[in-house]
């Protein structure tokens, strides 16, 4: 059964950082992997998709790498901005016949402090 | 083009009531899917429309919930009778019907509150 952790639950920084937010999972067999953005009593906004054979994606100030071999994919946020407060969460497509369900972590709740 | 839509976005209902849920999803995606999110806990998939058939049900809690998608657009999640612990945010998502690439588009969430 695949599992999603994500570490740490909450996180605080100073405006202006480089951040990473880290993201494991149990099984390497995904089809790809997915940050999201939600902003409180929003949805969640898709910020980068990785495929399962790819190493990282852009966007930006975000940078998602993905490391299936070991289970891990970090999400790099930039010069953090206070917009960027929001809590993200990380979902695998597990490579499963017939299913396009994802599997989410907990999330990150990140603060960017002015 | 609008995006996925959700109603309502909050509901309050006791413990035994019947509560319904409706999705739109984005104009011309085939896949449909319903999450839910419980105090505490991480989104969970709870199933997955293919134009209106059912693909995939495995994270329907119980028999308690009826998801239906009569004509392959709008989709309806029904709670009948609820519990305590259906308490949580729902969201449907949307993606084209295409490959394993394609990102899943969330809605708002509907907030329901049972007492």
């Known amino acids: 059964k695949q599992e999603v952790t994500q570490i740490p639950a909450a996180l605080s920084v100073p405006e202006g950082e480089n951040l990473v937010l880290n993201c494991s999972f149990t099984?390497?067999?995904?089809?790809?992997l997915q940050w999201f953005r939600q902003d409180p009593g929003k949805g969640l906004t898709s910020l980068l998709l990785i495929q399962s054979s790819q190493r990282e994606q852009t966007s930006g100030r975000l940078n998602a790498s993905l490391d299936k071999s070991s289970g891990r994919s970090t999400l790099y946020i930039a010069a953090s901005q206070p917009g960027d407060s929001a809590t993200y969460l990380c979902?695998?497509?597990?490579?499963?016949?017939?299913?396009?369900?994802?599997?989410f972590g907990q999330g990150t709740r990140l603060t960017i402090n002015p | 083009e609008a995006g996925v839509t959700q109603f309502p976005s909050h509901s309050v209902i006791e413990k035994g009531q019947t509560v319904t849920l409706r999705c739109d999803p984005i104009?011309?995606?085939?896949?449909l899917y319903w999450y839910r999110r419980v105090m505490g806990k991480e989104i969970k998939f709870l199933l997955h429309f293919v134009k209106e058939s059912k693909q995939d049900e495995s994270g329907m809690p119980n028999n308690r919930f009826l998801a239906e998608r009569t004509g392959g657009t709008y989709s309806t999640l029904k709670v009948q009778p609820a519990e305590l612990e259906d308490s949580g945010v729902y969201f449907c998502?949307?993606?084209?019907?295409?490959?394993?690439?394609?990102?899943?588009?969330f809605g708002p969430g509907t907030r329901l509150l049972v007492l």
């Open positions: 979902a695998v497509r597990p490579r499963i016949q017939g299913a396009q369900k994802l599997v």
């Open positions: 998502a949307s993606s084209p019907l295409a490959g394993s690439g394609e990102t899943q588009y």
């Open positions: 104009s011309g995606h085939d896949n």
């Open positions: 099984d390497s067999a995904i089809y790809n």
